[in-house]
Each structure stands twice: as structure tokens, then as C-alpha cells.
């Protein structure tokens, strides 16, 4: 079914279960232990050997030889697999050559070898008698001092934009701010680890699996592997969170798939949390430089933003000027993405990318300019508010109630008691001060598809590929198909996460959620024309409410239609050129209170609000949760999240949950979540956007801002710790 705009009215308007704060309905699943997550699926293969992983000890060099032979005479023992024995190894489309490595290591923590044994606990004694002896090659492991040597990313569609003339219209500014600002590298740092597990049937290969893109997955093992791409199925139901961390086949999966076929075994594989945040992609650091140009009345005239971040050779930058692209107005603008060759670990998609880091800079640089300017922060954004793309005015945004988001947050969080000169607020040994930062997200759709079944004893089961990592997909998907059929929720069973069933648009870039059901609303239409076929009337005319088909003057129920035989609708959502005539994002504004300790700098998040602009929402119940965990998630970036990186050897210090720090209960307040009421007619037919993003774009921000106003310390540098507060506090000296 191709989508078009705008969509019209349809069954899920009548919002009678679609739009309500529905309970997961995988929870009691979850609340019991009882999902079956990819390392746990004891009833598949009750006697799979273990695979324990051997990372590179070096960050760039060779493999000068590798001694296996005391591992392999280890108790338990079954195989020993490296680079030079796997066999002939193909590229996926996203970089899997990188996941075995051998001779030649690329970074840190490459996997090198795997050893598979009886039990965890041999595979893991084994992997320690593994020699492997390296030559070490200098590699570059500093951004700052790789900047210069920064070039154009060759794989970015869109590296530089330019409208008008940046250069003299920011020269003849009258309020003008130059500033760069840095965000550290980060991990995804989910709870599950990366885990799967391999089992092969003669050249059939089926993996269980923890990924968040069934079909990407599938198609780069079988490349990889070599096999054709029918004889590998991918097995992915449930995910203990990815945060962009399983969009891609990683070293756990191949090594498992190698390991099951060295040992003539199903082998699973976990990867170790020590060595996760060197193995797998990270969000990469950047240095980030932004000039605006304003009059006196704060109207933007010229605004700039250059991004520089590294990546192994060949490999991508973080888009971190996406949304200074379209988030403000303004004649004459620029912004530039620049690339510096690192031989750090792959850099990659993390929660957001782009906008994420992108707005911790951006949304810092329009506080520091509302004050130059002596403005509201508020006021000073909505001045410069825009309803069409800045670059290309003749493109609209299809809905974009920005001014809305900061209005309501400013009345709700109670913006008016705020003190504008910074420093001035305590509250016994604390400072404390209130921030402001916008939300921003693109909100991207996707072809999906999906098959809905009516059994015979009139129940509905969904199959699509489409995955849930923790973000609800199970629930929203039940909620549309119940809503299209007109049965309760009860009758209806998701099956999510398969590679047998059809193509989905997966869990990436928060369109999950919106693009998903649109795929089980395109299939539920095809099943609801074969049940007004079956009854001889138009789709169009028939009712479906309460479990019953209403068409012609008669009621069916619909058990009573599919008691003869199951029928099926089976389709695919597409959009077609729908992004090159609207402009889709998400919008909102975060708002936050914080205590700064004026004697150790210590901050703590005492409130927070955010308000979002995105489209109608499935599961307000769900949606609020994706997020809560967001800003959670942006309180770690702002005070807390940082991959410190050993210049010296090349590497991730901090690999693990000890040392990497992430926010947890007792650093995180009560925290409010407001949706505007929306349906977004250019969307999709659900008329939804995605939140699962944006919840994350701009909190990081909205903190810095509210240390500045608590303090009267500007740190452009994050994460904001202690240390770069306390020198500078007022009390100090
Ligand atoms: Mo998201 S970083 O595309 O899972």
C-alpha cells in the first residue's frame, strides 16, 4: 500500500484503544523472568557449548602468531577459532569485516579468536591460553589533536549546506557569539549484552540473537558466512535494550555461528561486558564550533555550526549539525561535517545521533547568545521559530508546534520564578538554578510490512520482523490491529522478531514505533477486504466493532467468518518521494532544576519536564516511559557519561559498569512528561512520530543551562563533573 497524504480518516481514529495508556502486554513476561531472551534459550538448545571471546590486545598493528594449541588441550575444550582458520570470510553492507580480526587489527578489543567449550566457565579458563603475539603500528587516538587533519566524509550524503552569505552577514552582526563546545565518546551501555546463540542444520543457520534489525542482520551473516541469504534465519524477540548499540551484526553473532560450525554444536555467545564498550560501536566525541549573528532584537541573521568527530578509516562522522539545519530561522547559514581518521574503536549510531551531541552544543550556544542579547531564553527561541525548512523555504514542516512545547513547559514548570542573573538563588549550601533547552529530533518513516492471521477460532495474530528493545512495539502493534479488526486487545497475539515473517522497518532512529504499525495497519486493511469479500460486501461499507463484521444490515461475528478457513492479509507500508515534499521532526522543550553544592560543586537534578510535539500518540503509557528513560538518559550525558581514552595504547579505559558512569534511581527526581494532543496527517496513517529520540535531544542542554543559571559557571565541555565547576564556583576563593 502506498501511503498518501493527507491520510484521511480511518478505523484507527475512533482512538478506542490506540491513543489509551495501554499495559505492556509482554509485561507479566518480563515481571517473571520468563521472556525468552537470546542467551536463555535453554528449551532450543538445552546442549549448547559456550564461546568466550578473545579481544585484541592492541589498538593498531598485526597478528604476529597465534598459539591455540594449550587451549585446545584445555578441560572441555571443543574449538578454537580464529581469522586463520574461519575460513573466507565476505564484507557485509555494515562493516563486519571489522568483526573478526586477523592478521590485521583495526582496534582495541577485536575479537581475535573463540573458544568453545562444555561449559562457561572452561570456555573462559581456555581463552586465557590463547597466545597471540602482535605487532604494534602507532595509531591516532586524539581528536583534538587529529582536528587538522580532518577531511570531508566521504559517505555523507549532505557533509556542508549553505544558504546566503554566513561569512559577512555574521561580520556585520551586532550580537555575535563564537563558541566550541565538546562531547566525550559514550556507550549504548545496555543491561543485556550483546548475546547469540548459533545453530546450524546441515548449511542451514539459525541464530537467536539480541538485534535490533532482523533483516540487516540476517542478510550481513549471510553475506559474511557466505550463504545464500534463505538459509539464514534470524531470531530476535526480545531485547534488553540496544540504544543503536544491535542496529548491526556484531563479533558475538559471527563467532557463535563459527564456533557452532567448528564444534559440529548449537554455541552461544555472550560478550563480555569488559569488553562490549572496545568491541562494539560507541557514539563518537566531537568538537563542536557554532557562530550566531543576531540584531539587537534577537532576530537571527547568521548562524554557523561545524562538527568534527573521528572514525576508523572509511568510516562516518556524527552528524551533530542535523538540527541547526532546521531548528531556527535565519538568512544566511552553514554548517560542516568533518571526519578525522581515528584507529579508536567504530564509531557509530547511539540513541539520537546527531541530534543527541548536536543539541548539547547548539542548545548551550542559544542560552549564552539569549543573554548577550539580554532575552528570555524562551522568548529568544520562539522570536526565531520557523514553520519551513530554513535551507529550502518552499518545504514545510507537515506539523511543528515548537513555540507551543516551550509556552506550556514555561507555565507548567513555573519559568516565571526563575532569576535571570545567574548565581543568585540558594537554598542553604546549594545553588540553584532552572535551564531550558529545545527538543529535536527528525522523525524518519520506513517501509514496513506485516501479516495478520483471523484463525478459525476467531483470533488475530500479527507477524512482522519488527523488534521491541524495551520501547513497547509488542503493545502498540496489538493496539492497532485490535483497533483495524474491532476485537479487543485480549484476542489478539504479536509475534515480533522473526526472520520467517515479513520485512519490517525495525527499531532504529525512534520511526519504529510510527512505521511499524503502519505496516500492520497496510496488512489489517488487506484482511479486512478478504473478510468483506468472504461476506460479499465492500470493505468500504463494513464495520468492524466489537469482534463482530457489520455490513449490508446483518452482523457477523467474526469468528463465525473465518470458521470455514484462516484468512490472511499480508501487506507492505511505502511512502514513496513523502520526505522530499514535507519536512518531518519531532519537537519539544525540556526544562530542568538543579542544586549545585556551592562548596564541592557537586549537581543534583531536583526537577525535570519535558513537553513534545510528536504526532499522535499510540500508547501514552509506553511513550511517557521511552521518555522518562530518555531524559534519563540525557541527565547521563550532561553529568556523568564518558569513554575515557587511553592517548597512549589506543583504548576505552573505562569498559565497564563499574567505571562507566550512568545516572541510576538516586540521581534522578521526579520527572513530568507532557504530549501535545496531535495527529500528524502527513505521518503515516496512524498519524504518529516518533518519541523514543527526541525525549533524549536537548536535556543535556537544559541542565548545563540551569548549572549556568545556578552558578554563573559556563562548562562547554562535557560531561559537566565537579572538577570544572568547583575552581570557578563563587564561593571558592
Ligand atoms: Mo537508534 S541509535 O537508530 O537505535
Redesign the pocket.
Known amino acids: 500500500m502506498k501511503f498518501t497524504t493527507p491520510a484521511t480518516r480511518n478505523p484507527i481514529d475512533q482512538l478506542k484503544i490506540v491513543g489509551r495508556p495501554t499495559d505492556r502486554i509482554d509485561g507479566p513476561l518480563k515481571c517473571t523472568g520468563t521472556a525468552p531472551y537470546a542467551y536463555e534459550r535453554h528449551d532450543i538448545a538445552p546442549n549448547a557449548a559456550h564461546g568466550y571471546i578473545v579481544g585484541a590486545a592492541v589498538a593498531k598493528g598485526r597478528i604476529v602468531s597465534v598459539d591455540t594449541a594449550a587451549a585446545k588441550r584445555a578441560p572441555g575444550v571443543l574449538a578454537v577459532v580464529t581469522a586463520a582458520n574461519a575460513g573466507k570470510l565476505g564484507k557485509g553492507k555494515f562493516n563486519t569485516a571489522h568483526l573478526l580480526g586477523g592478521p590485521n587489527i583495526e582496534h582495541y578489543h577485536q575479537a581475535v579468536a573463540v573458544v568453545v567449550a562444555e561449559t562457561f566457565e572452561q570456555a573462559r579458563a581456555a581463552a586465557g591460553l590463547v597466545r597471540v603475539r602482535y605487532e604494534k603500528k602507532p595509531g591516532r587516538y586524539d581528536l583534538a589533536a587529529a582536528k587538522p587533519t580532518a577531511g570531508v566524509p566521504k559517505k555523507e550524503e549532505k557533509p556542508d549546506t549553505s544558504v546566503g552569505d554566513f561569512a559577512r552577514a555574521f561580520e556585520e552582526a551586532p550580537v555575535r557569539l563564537d563558541a566550541t563546545y565538546t562531547t566525550p565518546d559514550q556507550s549504548h551501555a545496555m543491561m543485556e549484552p550483546h548475546a547469540t546463540l548459533a545453530l546450524w542444520e546441515g548449511g542451514k543457520l539459525t541464530v537467536y540473537t539480541s538485534n ?1 534489525m532482523v533483516d540487516w542482520g540476517r542478510k550481513d551473516l549471510a553475506r559474511t558466512l557466505g550463504l545464500p541469504p534463505a538459509n539464514v534465519r534470524l531470531v530476535s524477540p526480545f531485547i534488553g535494550g ?3 548499540g544491535k ?1 548491526f551484526l556484531r563479533a558475538e553473532a559471527l563467532c557463535a555461528a563459527l564456533g557452532a560450525r567448528a564444534a559440529r554444536r548449537p554455541v552461544k555467545v555472550a560478550l563480555q561486558r569488559a569488553i562490549m564498550m572496545n568491541n562494539t560501536t560507541h557514539r563518537p566525541a566531537t568538537i563542536q564550533r557554532i557562530r550566531i549573528g543576531a540584531a539587537r532584537d534577537g532576530k537571527i541573521s547568521a548562524i554557523a555550526h561545524e562538527s568534527w568527530s573521528g572514525d576508523l578509516p572509511d568510516g562516518q562522522p556524527e552528524t551533530a549539525v542535523q538540527q541547526t539545519r532546521l531548528l531556527y530561522a535565519g538568512a544566511h547559514r552553514m554548517t560542516a561535517l568533518r571526519l578525522a581518521t581515528l584507529d579508536l574503536p567504530e564509531a557509530n ?5 546527531g541530534e543527541a551531541p548536536g543539541m548539547m552544543a547548539l542548545e548551550i550556544a542559544m542560552d549564552e547568545m539569549a543573554e548577550k542579547l539580554g532575552m528570555d531564553p524562551i522568548a529568544f527561541r520562539i522570536l526565531n521559530d520557523t514553520k519551513v525548512d530554513p535551507e529550502k523555504p518552499v518545504r514545510p514542516f507537515s506539523e511543528r508546534r515548537f513555540a507551543e512545547c516551550l509556552r506550556l513547559g514555561a507555565d507548567t514548570f513555573g519559568w516565571k520564578k526563575r532569576n535571570p542573573r545567574p548565581g543568585q538563588v540558594r537554598d542553604g549550601r546549594w545553588l540553584v538554578g532552572l535551564g531550558v533547552a529545545a527538543a529535536f529530533r527528525n522523525n524518519l518513516v520506513m517501509k514496513s510490512a506485516a501479516r495478520v492471521r483471523l484463525d478459525r477460532a476467531g483470533k488475530v495474530t500479527v507477524e512482522t520482523d519488527m523488534t521491541d ?1 524495551g520501547t513497547g512495539s509488542y503493545t502498540i502493534i496489538a493496539q492497532t490491529a485490535a483497533e483495524m479488526l474491532g476485537v479487543p486487545l485480549e484476542r489478539v497475539e504479536v509475534r515480533l522478531g522473526d526472520s520467517d515473517f515479513p520485512i519490517s522497518a525495525g ?4 520511526w519504529g514505533g510510527n512505521s511499524s504499525t503502519a505496516g500492520v495497519y497496510a496488512a489489517c486493511v488487506k484482511l479486512r477486504e478478504a473478510v468483506a469479500q468472504r461476506l460479499g460486501v465492500a470493505e468500504s461499507e463494513a464495520v468492524f466493532a466489537d469482534g463482530a463484521v457489520r455490513a449490508g444490515g446483518r452482523t457477523v461475528p467474526l469468528v463465525q467468518v473465518a470458521a470455514g478457513a484462516e484468512l490472511v492479509g499480508e501487506d507492505i507500508m511505502e511512502y514513496g518521494d513523502l520526505d522530499k515534499k514535507f519536512q518531518q521532526s519531532t519537537f519539544g522543550g525540556h526544562f530542568v532544576e538543579v542544586a549545585v553544592d556551592a562548596y564541592t560543586g557537586e549537581t543534583r537534578v531536583r526537577r525535570m519536564l519535558a513537553v513534545c510535539s510528536a504526532g499522535r500518540i499510540l500508547n501514552p503509557k509506553s511513550a511517557r516511559s521511552q521518555v522518562i528513560g530518555a531524559m534519563t538518559m540525557g541527565v547521563g550525558a550532561a553529568l556523568m557519561e564518558e569513554l575515557v581514552v587511553d592517548q597512549r595504547h589506543g583504548f576505552f579505559v573505562n569498559h565497564d559498569l563499574a567505571s562507566y558512569e550512568v545516572p541510576v534511581h538516586a540521581d534522578i527526581p521526579h520527572q513530568d512528561v507532557i504530549f501535545l494532543e496531535e495527529a500528524d496527517p502527513v505521518s503515516s496513517p496512524m498519524k504518529a512520530k516518533g518519541v523514543g ?1 527526541l525525549g533524549i535531544c536537548g536535556v543535556a542542554a537544559a541542565v548545563a543551562n540551569a548549572i549556568y543559571n545556578a552558578t554563573g559557571v559556563r562548562v562547554r565541555d562535557y560531561p559537566i563533573t565537579l572538577d570544572k565547576l568547583i575552581a570557578k564556583m563563587p564561593l571558592s576563593s
Open positions: 535490533q540496544g540504544f543503536g542496529l549510531a547511539m540513541r539520537a545521533p528493545i527499531s532504529g532512529g525512534q529520540e
